[in-house]
């Protein structure tokens, strides 16, 4: 029998795969398709960034790291953290990873049991639940709407907490949302979490610098809970290196240790040349981070605008983060031709289909009445793309 391991087995298939794969045909095709599926800037890395990768492999950065990467590096994320967040760690409180994807999933298989349970806000990122099923523990989802920003309530966290509860996982700014908790909520959450020892909070900051509400607030900062948070970050979103694959956690020196024995076994140190390119963007000049967070507030704008004027789409405002999440469900049950709507992805796959513009649907982070949409692309991009959306959607009866 030629059967997969059951971790295999109780993993969902990446929801984006069908939409990339018909996106691909009707590409190969001559369709012009407009892309708004991928989760990543689409500006290049900055020149002085680049030019430090180049320097690194003319100075022969290319032999094994220490597991959790170069002593430089994670003096730098220990600097960064004092000057940016007013957080103090040291160098031994660092593990670098191949992306802050590993850095999540690290975390994960270092704390969860069989049998535990972590508390999963949704919508949440497709990988949360999956990272939870594969350390066999149970991902408890909590669901926040579009009424509440998308943001879970200290009273829901509390009433979710059990005594199997092991983690918390939180994305602050959030994917596929956008929404950012603010400092007032983030305390009322931290205060719940101080009555419940046992729990430890997962904080996936990789977007903090796309924001929209000036300073990033962690709930890293709250002395009642700090020994129990462990910070995910890294270089991708924020200084437009998504293939250099830099992430970092930052927490309780005995996490990070289990987490350097974990990698140490399956993946070793990240990569040499990625790593002083990633020095490099935390040592130098921070102007190319504002110019593009200035440039995704302007198509925030723009897209928040365009996708008010559709009909039947709810939209709230993100504060972070380069997603659209508009309720969509004003349009199920609706048709064209012989095909009926009855979920965000049906919805996707037909503005795929006949408006030729690439979405997802929020069926796979847990919010089946919403899609996602990346303005992370052209002004014209997203111009052209909302015209075609609310076209499309027009000819549904």
């Known amino acids: 029998m030629n059967t997969p391991s059951n971790l295999i087995n109780r993993l969902s298939p990446s929801a984006t795969l069908a939409m990339s794969q018909r996106s691909a ?13 991928v989760g990543e800037p689409d500006f290049n890395t900055p020149d002085h960034i680049k030019e430090a990768a180049k320097q690194a ?33 040291t160098i031994n409180q660092i593990s670098c990873s191949n992306g802050a994807k590993q850095s999540v999933c690290n975390v994960v298989m270092a704390l969860v049991n069989e049998g535990d349970e972590v508390i999963v806000p949704a919508p949440y ?15 408890v989802i909590v669901a926040a709407g ?13 009433a979710t907490i059990t005594d199997k509860t092991k983690a918390f996982i939180l994305c602050s700014p959030s994917n596929p949302t956008g929404s950012v908790y603010s400092r007032e909520e983030l305390a009322a959450l931290a205060a719940v979490l101080e009555r419940h020892p046992q729990v430890y909070v997962i904080a996936d900051e990789i977007y903090e610098h796309i924001n929209y509400v000036g300073r990033h607030e962690s709930i890293a900062q709250f002395a009642g809970v700090r020994d129990r948070v462990v910070i995910i970050n890294g270089v991708s979103k924020a200084y437009a290196m998504t ?14 240790k289990a987490c350097n024995k974990l990698q140490g076994q399956y993946t070793s140190g990240p ?27 302007r198509r925030r704008n723009l897209i928040v605008q365009l996708g008010r004027d559709i009909p039947g789409f709810e939209v709230n405002e993100p504060q972070g983060a380069f997603y659209l999440f508009p309720k969509c469900s004003a349009y199920f049950g609706k048709k064209f031709g012989d095909k009926v709507i009855e979920t965000a992805s049906d919805l ?37 793309s909302m015209r075609r959306i609310k076209e499309a959607l027009a000819k549904l009866v």
């Open 146 to 158: 579009i009424e509440q920003d998308f943001k879970i309530t200290a009273k829901q966290l509390e």
């Open 57 to 89: 492999i003319d100075d022969n950065f290319s032999r094994y790291s220490p597991v959790p990467g170069y002593p430089a590096l994670r003096q730098a994320i220990v600097d960064k953290l004092k000057n940016e967040n007013n957080l103090e760690y």
């Open 243 to 256: 293939g250099w694959r830099i992430g970092f956690i930052a927490g309780p020196e005995w996490i990070v």
């Open 271 to 297: 990569c040499s040349v990625s790593q002083k390119a990633a020095e490099a963007a935390y040592r130098g000049t921070q102007e190319p981070v504002e110019e593009m967070r200035k440039a995704f507030e």
């Open 25 to 37: 045909e009707l590409k190969a095709q001559g369709v012009d398709v407009i892309n708004l599926s």
């Open 125 to 139: 990122w497709v990988s949360y639940p999956e990272m939870v099923l594969m350390a066999n523990g149970t991902p």
């Open 348 to 384: 996707a796959m037909y503005l795929l289909e006949e408006g030729h513009v690439a979405c997802v649907g929020g069926d796979s982070f847990g919010s089946p009445e919403c899609i996602r949409m990346s303005y992370a692309t052209s002004d014209e991009n997203i111009v052209e």
